[in-house]
Structure formats: C-alpha cells, structure tokens
C-alpha cells in the first residue's frame, strides 16, 4: 500500500521551531522530488519547499526562505522540514506529496499542486502565544 506519513505538526510559540517529516511506506522515495505544501482555513493550498530527486536541489517560496529548510534521508525514507522563526502566519495544515517532474522543469512547476501524484494526509500546525 502506497503511504506518505506526515508528523511532527503541533502548537508553538512565534519564533520557535518544528521539525515535519513525511515518512514513505510502500514504496521508496529515491526516485520522486517531495514538495511541502499548507493551507490555512480559507486560504488556498501554497507551495512551501521542494527537494529534487535526483540532485539533491531545493526551492522554498519567498516568504519562508531564510527560516525553513527541506532536506531528505533516502536510507529512511523519510524527508523533512526544518522551520524555525515560525510566525502566526506560517500557521496551516502541512502536507507533503510526490512528483515526477525532471529537475528542468520542477524548477519552475514546483509550486503547482496538480504536478504531484500522492500525498499525506497533512500535519496541523499552529503558531500562537
């Protein structure tokens, strides 16, 4: 059975961290680039970060560059993101999904939620004092 496993979501305080992982069961993660995506009540869902598969390259939108980072364990199965300086705004269901799209073309698709296959179910984040 193909499965993506989010976890690591929870409630934190405005400026601490959470670390997301997205465990794969059911087959191997080596040969997909796994995007994060979230969104907040009434919001649309957003791109957040990407990794490649194939040479380990990373994407992040604006507005977490410099505070989140996407990395992978091919041996785990597993990839992760690091988000540290959360800010209320970064607060949203997190999920990650697979895609397929060669590294030419995921450079510039990567935000588009169509171009992915499977996804988790998604991890609740929430950022609050």
């Known amino acids: 059975q193909v499965q993506l496993v989010e976890s690591g979501g929870g409630l934190v305080q405005p400026g601490g961290s959470l670390r997301l992982s997205c465990a794969a069961s059911?087959?191997?993660?080596?040969?997909?680039?796994i995007g994060w995506f979230r969104q907040a009540p009434g919001k649309e869902r957003e791109g957040v970060s990407c990794i490649s598969s194939s040479d380990g390259s990373t994407y992040y939108t604006d507005s977490v560059k410099g505070r989140f980072t996407i990395s992978r364990d091919n041996a785990k199965n597993t990839v992760y993101l690091q988000m540290n300086s959360l800010k209320p705004e970064d607060t949203a269901v997190y999920y990650c999904?697979?895609?397929?799209?060669?590294?030419?073309?995921?450079?510039?698709?990567?935000?588009?939620?169509?171009?992915?296959?499977?996804w988790g179910q998604g991890t609740q984040v929430t950022v609050s004092s």
């Open positions: 999904a697979t895609t397929t799209l060669p590294p030419p073309i995921l450079a510039r698709l990567w935000v588009l939620s169509q171009q992915y296959d499977y």
């Open positions: 059911g087959f191997t993660l080596d040969y997909y680039a």
